[in-house]
C-alpha cells in the first residue's frame, strides 16, 4: 500500500467511507466566476492568468469534514475553497485554499501520525485523548498551530466572509526570471465575518450551502481579493507550520467575483490539485504540499469508482 492510500484510509477512519464523494471536503458548491489579476501580479510574474486580462474560474466553497452530512454550524467546522483559473491559451491552473492561517504538520508521515491520532475509539465514539496528547507532544509545531488556527474554524456567515489560506509558499516568475516567494490568500472584501453563538444554534446544517445559492441566484456576488504576503530572508519556504512572524511586505495579485453557482462539470472529474500549476508559478520543496497531489488522485479515483 502506498502512503497516500494509506493517508486516505487513515481519513475515512475519521469521517467514515462515502461512496462518491471526495474524502475530505465532501460537500460542497461548485460555482463560476471571473478573477482579474492587478499590474503588480503582471509584474511578479509571467503566468497567463495574471496579466490583467479577465479570466473565466470553476470555484468549490466546501465543507471541510469528510463527511457528507457534516453541519457547517459546528464550532469547529472548517471551511475551504478551491479555484480553477481557465487559461486564456488553453488548459487551467488551480489553487486550493483553507481558514487555517498554518498547516497542522510538516510533512506526509506527520500528517498520517496525526489523522490516525483523530480516529474514533470504536468503543467511545470519540478520538482517544492520549493518542492526541501523545502526539501533540511530539509536535510543538501541531500544538502551536491548531491554537492559532481555532477561531478561524468558527462558522461564518457566509462562504463569501471567510478567509482562505493557500499555506505554501510559491513562487511568482517575471518576465525577465526574476523569482518572489510568498505566501498566498484569499481575503473576503466584505470582511471576515462569524456567526454569533445564538445565530449558529439556530443555523441549519447546511446553511453555508443555501447562503451561498440564494446571494449568487439573487443580485449578490462573493468577492475575494489574492493577497500575496512575499517572504523575508530566513522565512521558511518549505515548512507550512512556521509563521512568518513580524511585517510583511503584501501585494494585492487580483481578485475574484463569484457570480453563480452551477453542476459539477460533467466532463471529467473536477480536482483542484495544488500542484496544476503553469508556467510563471513555481511550487516550493514543501514536503506537505508535494504529498497532496498523490493523496488527491488516491481520492479521486475512489470517488469514481
Ligand atoms: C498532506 C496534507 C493533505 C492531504 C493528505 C490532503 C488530502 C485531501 C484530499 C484527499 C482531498 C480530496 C480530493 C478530491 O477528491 O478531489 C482534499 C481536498 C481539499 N484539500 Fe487537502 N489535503 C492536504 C492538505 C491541504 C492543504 C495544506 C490545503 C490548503 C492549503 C488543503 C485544501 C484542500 C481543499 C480546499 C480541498 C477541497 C477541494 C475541492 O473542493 O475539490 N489540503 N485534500
Not at 37 to 55: D, F, K, M
Not at 237 to 248: H, I, N
Amino acid at each position: 500500500m502506498t502512503l497516500s492510500e494509506e493517508i486516505v484510509d487513515a481519513i475515512n477512519a475519521v469521517n467514515g467511507v462515502h461512496p462518491g464523494f471526495r474524502a475530505v471536503h465532501a460537500k460542497g458548491t461548485v460555482c463560476e466566476g471571473t478573477f482579474t489579476a492587478t499590474p503588480e501580479a503582471a509584474r511578479l510574474s509571467r503566468a497567463a492568468h495574471l496579466q490583467g486580462e479577465e479570466v473565466r474560474c470553476t470555484v468549490r466553497f466546501s465543507n471541510a469534514s469528510g463527511n457528507p452530512k457534516a453541519s457547517d454550524a459546528h464550532p469547529l467546522a472548517s471551511r475551504g475553497i478551491g479555484v480553477k483559473f481557465h487559461l486564456p491559451g488553453g488548459g487551467a491552473t488551480d489553487m486550493a485554499a483553507l481558514p487555517l492561517p498554518l498547516f497542522m504538520v510538516r510533512n506526509a508521515d506527520d500528517f498520517l501520525g496525526f489523522t490516525r491520532a483523530r480516529t474514533p475509539d470504536p468503543e467511545t465514539g470519540r478520538p482517544d485523548p492520549d493518542r492526541m496528547m501523545a502526539f501533540v507532544a511530539d509536535h510543538p509545531e501541531t500544538a502551536a498551530a491548531i491554537q492559532l488556527g481555532l477561531p478561524k474554524l468558527a462558522p461564518t456567515t457566509s462562504y463569501a466572509t471567510s478567509g482562505y489560506n493557500g499555506l505554501h509558499a510559491f513562487g511568482l516568475v517575471a518576465a525577465d526570471g526574476g523569482e518572489t516567494w510568498g505566501r498566498y490568500s484569499w481575503v473576503p472584501v466584505e470582511g471576515e465575518h462569524y456567526l454569533s453563538d445564538p445565530e449558529r444554534e439556530a443555523a441549519g446544517r447546511d446553511y453555508l450551502q443555501h447562503e451561498i445559492r440564494e446571494r449568487l441566484e439573487g443580485d449578490g456576488e462573493a468577492r475575494l481579493r489574492l493577497d500575496f504576503k512575499l517572504a523575508a530572508d530566513g522565512d521558511s519556504l518549505t515548512d507550512p507550520t512556521e509563521e512568518w512572524q513580524g511585517e510583511r511586505e503584501i501585494v494585492t495579485l487580483g481578485e475574484l467575483t463569484v457570480t453563480g453557482v452551477i453542476e459539477e462539470p460533467a466532463d471529467g472529474p473536477l480536482v483542484f490539485d495544488p500542484n496544476n500549476l503553469t508556467d510563471g508559478i513555481l511550487a516550493s520543496a514543501d514536503p506537505v504540499l508535494a504529498a497532496r497531489s498523490p493523496a488527491y488522485s488516491v481520492s479521486v479515483e475512489r470517488r469514481l469508482a
